[in-house]
């Protein structure tokens, strides 16, 4: 039993969680050969670098590629553009794959013969991935060697030149790794800091930096042993393990391809040699190599594994979690699953479900109908809501989407938003993810935007943190018939009012029910999957609010869903579900309606609202017209975005008692419009 294995045991998770899902990369390794000698390399790549993959291997690649569609082809080993194949494999590859990365050093940009690079990257759209372990002279030289700094500086610069970090579709990554034997800092907040600097001091500008922890082998175990720090690095990594970086480790859906054409489940298992092998015990190679012969193989697995599930974890593309495993929120794992399965792989489309819940929509504004007609189709095809949770006012907003599915929302939200503004997307189903991407630089193409507005990332709506969204970062938070489905919906509306700013603005549409859900259905996956079985009653979700500090909240909309398939109709028989969109803020509300005698005026300037503007479902507020207000409102008015299209008189330091308005009782039947928090 190898150490790893040992950790998984002690931690009660089955190994057989570590399998070969689809594939949707393919990352080529083309040799050892560097004009760099990095003491942390893990394929111990130089100048004298002696393997390099021929153009028979090259072509078997292609020849792969273009029988398998996947999504990414990512290019690596040394510094690749030496290769004398590198820009066959490149030119050839990039039609057959959704993204391209090539991973570079930088400073081989600025060897003879290489100066033409920027300009072919960005004919080819390439993304770049390229490593700067520090922004600093004296770290990345003393791991790098005298003087990289100096060249990496001129090589973003020239990259920056060519576009890269400013146009649509020429995204250029930076590659943080320690130093010594510890683990990468949270990478949100090392991130603002090689941002502030290379910007100040350099005039550079990048998209992300991706985090990764340096894997104990070859050249970094060497270093390790002769400080004498092996074993000590070895417990951090072991005493560091974070069960949630399983689901999003690189092996899972990845293939490393070698010089030589042999197959690994990673680039550090082909540095250890781990090669994949046929029933026979020969080696696998890219040559005639059939999908079939991985999916649902074991992963090989080692010690160095720890590397990659310590703290954060570490893959290729950066951290692949901020929390702390003693920290995490809990939630049930079979319910996740569940949805990940029906949304994943159950359904192909919209014409899949059994009800109206994940279809419904309120009427939408021709506005918001000509965003979504420029959405490519597949996008839409593949989404599934049950509102039009668009708020007015996102022109330079940050918007972040829970559940973003194949993105439809996102990128509603970042036309809306502007290329002063960004939209982020969250999602834990790869599928739905895969989709959200693949459209991401045509669709900055359609909205005429010279670059990127839009992120994507893999995780769970109860652990924000995770996906690395900071405290008080977002603007607007929105949400489209996914809340529903979380199994833990206390810690999802925590983290709601975690990262939204003073007087941010959550939006979201979502089922409910005129009643709790009994449990006898809450375990089953059609129910759970067609937004039925999670569905939240109307006081439950009152009460939600209130426990994450949020006293009021208005209704938008309310529409009856219906259960058209006879057994889902039997099963849930007498109970009501709505599609409901509801707005709530961050401020210091109050629990009732309180009078102090304030009035309101709409200046009439909202974009689209020339006459009036529709608070929620029962303040409408004609320009001009003076409007009486309870407190809550003056706030929502006064203290929010809509500050300035409003003009509130008076305070709240005189008091007339409780606001004439209804306190948020049940409504009479069934069909009668619901309450919602003090105002409603």
């Given at each position: 039993?190898?150490?790893?294995?040992?950790?998984?045991?002690?931690?009660?998770?089955?190994?057989?969680?570590?399998?070969?899902?689809?594939?949707?990369?393919?990352?080529?390794?083309?040799?050892?050969?560097?004009?760099?000698?990095?003491?942390?390399?893990?394929?111990?790549?130089?100048?004298?670098?002696?393997?390099?993959?021929?153009?028979?291997?090259?072509?078997?690649?292609?020849?792969?590629?273009?029988?398998?569609?996947?999504?990414?082809?990512?290019?690596?080993?040394?510094?690749?553009?030496?290769?004398?194949?590198?820009?066959?494999?490149?030119?050839?590859?990039?039609?057959?794959?959704?993204?391209?990365?090539?991973?570079?050093?930088?400073?081989?940009?600025?060897?003879?013969?290489?100066?033409?690079?920027?300009?072919?990257?960005?004919?080819?759209?390439?993304?770049?991935?390229?490593?700067?372990?520090?922004?600093?002279?004296?770290?990345?030289?003393?791991?790098?060697?005298?003087?990289?700094?100096?060249?990496?500086?001129?090589?973003?610069?020239?990259?920056?030149?060519?576009?890269?970090?400013?146009?649509?579709?020429?995204?250029?990554?930076?590659?943080?790794?320690?130093?010594?034997?510890?683990?990468?800092?949270?990478?949100?907040?090392?991130?603002?800091?090689?941002?502030?600097?290379?910007?100040?001091?350099?005039?550079?500008?990048?998209?992300?930096?991706?985090?990764?922890?340096?894997?104990?082998?070859?050249?970094?175990?060497?270093?390790?042993?002769?400080?004498?720090?092996?074993?000590?690095?070895?417990?951090?990594?072991?005493?560091?393990?974070?069960?949630?970086?399983?689901?999003?480790?690189?092996?899972?859906?990845?293939?490393?391809?070698?010089?030589?054409?042999?197959?690994?489940?990673?680039?550090?298992?082909?540095?250890?040699?781990?090669?994949?092998?046929?029933?026979?015990?020969?080696?696998?190679?890219?040559?005639?190599?059939?999908?079939?012969?991985?999916?649902?193989?074991?992963?090989?697995?080692?010690?160095?594994?720890?590397?990659?599930?310590?703290?954060?974890?570490?893959?290729?593309?950066?951290?692949?979690?901020?929390?702390?495993?003693?920290?995490?929120?809990?939630?049930?794992?079979?319910?996740?699953?569940?949805?990940?399965?029906?949304?994943?792989?159950?359904?192909?489309?919209?014409?899949?479900?059994?009800t109206s819940a994940c279809c419904t929509g309120d009427s939408m504004p021709e506005s918001l109908r000509a965003v979504i007609s420029r959405i490519e189709p597949e996008i839409l095809d593949k989404f599934y809501g049950c509102g039009s949770p668009f708020p007015p006012l996102l022109d330079g907003c940050r918007v972040l989407d829970l559940g973003c599915g194949t993105g439809r929302d996102v990128y509603v939200a970042a036309c809306l938003a502007g290329e002063d503004g960004f939209a982020t997307g969250i999602d834990?189903?790869?599928?739905?993810?895969?989709?959200?991407?693949?459209?991401?630089?045509?669709?900055?193409?359609?909205?005429?935007?010279?670059?990127?507005?839009?992120?994507?990332?893999?995780?769970?709506?109860?652990?924000?943190?995770?996906?690395?969204?900071?405290?008080?970062?977002?603007?607007?938070?929105?949400?489209?018939?996914?809340?529903?489905?979380?199994?833990?919906?206390?810690?999802?509306?925590?983290?709601?009012?975690?990262?939204?700013?003073?007087?941010?603005?959550?939006?979201?549409?979502?089922?409910?029910?005129?009643?709790?859900?009994?449990?006898?259905?809450?375990?089953?996956?059609?129910?759970?999957?067609?937004?039925?079985?999670?569905?939240?009653?109307?006081?439950?979700?009152?009460?939600?609010?209130?426990?994450?500090?949020?006293?009021?909240?208005?209704?938008?909309?309310?529409?009856?869903?219906?259960?058209?398939?006879?057994?889902?109709?039997?099963?849930?028989?007498?109970?009501?579900?709505?599609?409901?969109?509801?707005?709530?803020?961050?401020?210091?509300?109050?629990?009732?309606?309180?009078?102090?005698?304030?009035?309101?005026?709409?200046?009439?300037?909202?974009?689209?609202?020339?006459?009036?503007?529709?608070?929620?479902?029962?303040?409408?507020?004609?320009?001009?017209?003076?409007?009486?207000?309870?407190?809550?409102?003056?706030?929502?008015?006064?203290?929010?975005?809509?500050?300035?299209?409003?003009?509130?008189?008076?305070?709240?330091?005189?008091?007339?008692?409780?606001?004439?308005?209804?306190?948020?009782?049940?409504?009479?039947?069934?069909?009668?419009?619901?309450?919602?928090?003090?105002?409603?």
């Amino acid at each position: 039993m190898n150490t790893f294995t040992g950790v998984l045991q002690e931690h009660d998770i089955d190994k057989a969680v570590l399998r070969r899902g689809r594939l949707t990369t393919l990352q080529v390794n083309m040799g050892n050969l560097c004009n760099q000698s990095c003491r942390h390399c893990h394929i111990e790549a130089s100048p004298d670098g002696k393997n390099l993959m021929s153009r028979k291997v090259v072509d078997e690649i292609l020849e792969f590629l273009s029988r398998n569609k996947l999504q990414t082809l990512d290019v690596t080993g040394g510094a690749p553009e030496l290769n004398p194949h590198f820009e066959q494999l490149v030119a050839s590859g990039r039609p057959l794959v959704e993204e391209l990365i090539v991973r570079s050093n930088l400073t081989v940009l600025l060897e003879k013969g290489k100066e033409h690079l920027p300009e072919f990257f960005k004919r080819h759209e390439v993304r770049l991935i390229c490593s700067l372990p520090c922004y600093t002279r004296e770290n990345v030289d003393g791991q790098r060697g005298a003087g990289v700094f100096e060249k990496s500086v001129r090589a973003l610069r020239l990259l920056n030149k060519a576009g890269f970090a400013g146009q649509a579709g020429l995204r250029l990554d930076l590659v943080y790794n320690p130093s010594d034997g510890s683990l990468p800092a949270p990478g949100t907040g090392l991130e603002k800091d090689y941002r502030e600097v290379l910007r100040k001091e350099h005039g550079i500008e990048f998209n992300r930096l991706l985090t990764i922890a340096n894997v104990p082998i070859k050249k970094f175990k060497s270093y390790l042993e002769s400080c004498g720090d092996r074993g000590e690095y070895a417990r951090l990594l072991e005493a560091n393990f974070n069960p949630r970086t399983l689901d999003s480790l690189m092996c899972r859906t990845f293939l490393s391809v070698g010089y030589d054409g042999r197959l690994y489940d990673c680039d550090f298992n082909l540095a250890l040699g781990y090669a994949l092998k046929d029933e026979t015990g020969k080696d696998l190679l890219i040559g005639g190599l059939r999908l079939s012969r991985l999916e649902g193989r074991d992963i090989l697995t080692g010690e160095h594994c720890l590397a990659c599930t310590a703290g954060s974890g570490s893959s290729c593309q950066g951290a692949l979690t901020n929390v702390d495993p003693r920290h995490a929120p809990a939630t049930s794992p079979d319910a996740k699953e569940t949805v990940k399965e029906y949304y994943g792989r159950v359904l192909r489309g919209k014409k899949d479900l059994k009800t109206s819940a994940c279809c419904t929509g309120d009427s939408m504004p021709e506005s918001l109908r000509a965003v979504i007609s420029r959405i490519e189709p597949e996008i839409l095809d593949k989404f599934y809501g049950c509102g039009s949770p668009f708020p007015p006012l996102l022109d330079g907003c940050r918007v972040l989407d829970l559940g973003c599915g194949t993105g439809r929302d996102v990128y509603v939200a970042a036309c809306l938003a502007g290329e002063d503004g960004f939209a982020t997307g969250i999602d834990m189903t790869d599928e739905q993810l895969a989709v959200a991407r693949r459209h991401q630089d045509s669709q900055m193409r359609r909205f005429g935007f010279s670059r990127f507005n839009t992120d994507f990332r893999k995780g769970y709506i109860e652990d924000l943190k995770g996906a690395g969204i900071e405290d008080s970062s977002q603007d607007v938070v929105i949400s489209n018939c996914v809340i529903n489905l979380s199994p833990d919906k206390p810690t999802v509306f925590s983290e709601i009012f975690r990262v939204l700013r003073p007087g941010g603005e959550l939006y979201f549409s979502d089922v409910f029910s005129d009643r709790r859900v009994p449990d006898s259905l809450r375990g089953d996956p059609v129910l759970h999957g067609e937004c039925l079985a999670g569905a939240m009653y109307v006081e439950d979700f009152r009460r939600l609010l209130r426990a994450a500090g949020c006293l009021d909240w208005r209704m938008m909309s309310k529409t009856k869903i219906e259960v058209a398939e006879p057994g889902l109709r039997d099963k849930t028989a007498g109970i009501g579900f709505y599609s409901m969109t509801i707005r709530a803020f961050k401020l210091d509300l109050e629990d009732i309606c309180e009078d102090y005698g304030q009035v309101a005026f709409y200046r009439g300037t909202i974009p689209g609202c020339p006459h009036s503007f529709r608070l929620d479902d029962h303040h409408v507020f004609v320009k001009d017209k003076p409007m009486l207000v309870c407190g809550n409102t003056a706030a929502m008015l006064g203290k929010t975005r809509f500050s300035r299209h409003f003009k509130v008189l008076g305070d709240t330091s005189s008091h007339f008692g409780p606001f004439p308005c209804a306190p948020g009782a049940r409504p009479e039947s069934a069909d009668a419009p619901a309450k919602g928090g003090s105002c409603c």
